[in-house]
Every structure is written in structure tokens, then in C-alpha cells.
Nanobody, 124 residues
Framework: QVQLVESGGGLVQAGGSLRLSCAAS????????MGWFRQAPGKEREPVAA????????YYADSVKGRFTISRDNAKNTVALQMNSLKPEDTAVYYC?????????????????WGQGTQVTVSS
């Protein structure tokens, strides 16, 4: 099973940018669909973006389309989430997740491994 460690969270003003990174280890990274989820206080965890094994197919939540970009580097075992034009409603703990298999999924239960989460706070 793959182990995941996120980095790159922080405090940013509205309109700013952050780049989250997730480093994977312990298994063959290219066998996993990768996703980013987020959870705001008092809310359920929600999918933000996902990327297939080859990096050729993506999913984005409607709320982040055009602002966020997910990417992966299978040679470096990393996945990133570039977040631009951030809004206060993007404030949440962001989690990197891995799903063994081929098909992208937006269901958290379908992901086998999770990182510890990184806090993103967007001030107005």
C-alpha cells in the first residue's frame, strides 16, 4: 500500500495561489489513480480533483474548474495541485488520496490510502 505525505498548505489572501504537493512511497505509484479531497469545518469531505494513472484524464469539482490544476510525475512519485484565484470558500484541510486501479472515482470510500492533510486558509 502506498504512503502519502502532503506539503504546501498555508495562509494566503483571496486571489492568491498555492501549490500542494504529495509524495508517495512504498508501492508502484503509477498503479494508482490519484485524487485531492478537502474538508472544511463542519462539512463533509468532498472531492476536488483526480487524475488517472497516466495523467491523461482528469476530474475537477465544478467549484474549482478553471482555477485548480492537478498533475503528476510518475518518475518522481508525486502529485500536485496548483490552486490559483483562491477564494475564502476554498479554506479547508486538503488530503491527497490514492486509489489502486484504473478508473477515476470521486467517492472517498474508493481510495485506499490517504495523507495526513494540509491546511489551506484563504483570507478575504
Amino acid at each position: 500500500q502506498v504512503q502519502l505525505v502532503e506539503s504546501g498548505g498555508g495562509l494566503v489572501q483571496a486571489g492568491g495561489s498555492l501549490r500542494l504537493s504529495c509524495a508517495a512511497s512504498g508501492s508502484t505509484f503509477s498503479n494508482y489513480v490519484m485524487g485531492w479531497f478537502r474538508q472544511a469545518p463542519g462539512k463533509e469531505r468532498e472531492p476536488v480533483a483526480a487524475l488517472n494513472r497516466g495523467g491523461t484524464s482528469t476530474y475537477y469539482a465544478d467549484s474549482v474548474k478553471g482555477r485548480f490544476t492537478i498533475s503528476r510525475d510518475n518518475a518522481k512519485n508525486t502529485v500536485a495541485l496548483q490552486m490559483n484565484s483562491l477564494k475564502p470558500e476554498d479554506t479547508a484541510v486538503y488530503y491527497c488520496a490514492a486509489r489502486y486501479g484504473v478508473v477515476i472515482s470521486t467517492a472517498a470510500d474508493n481510495y485506499n490510502s490517504w495523507g495526513q492533510g494540509t491546511q489551506v486558509t484563504v483570507s478575504s
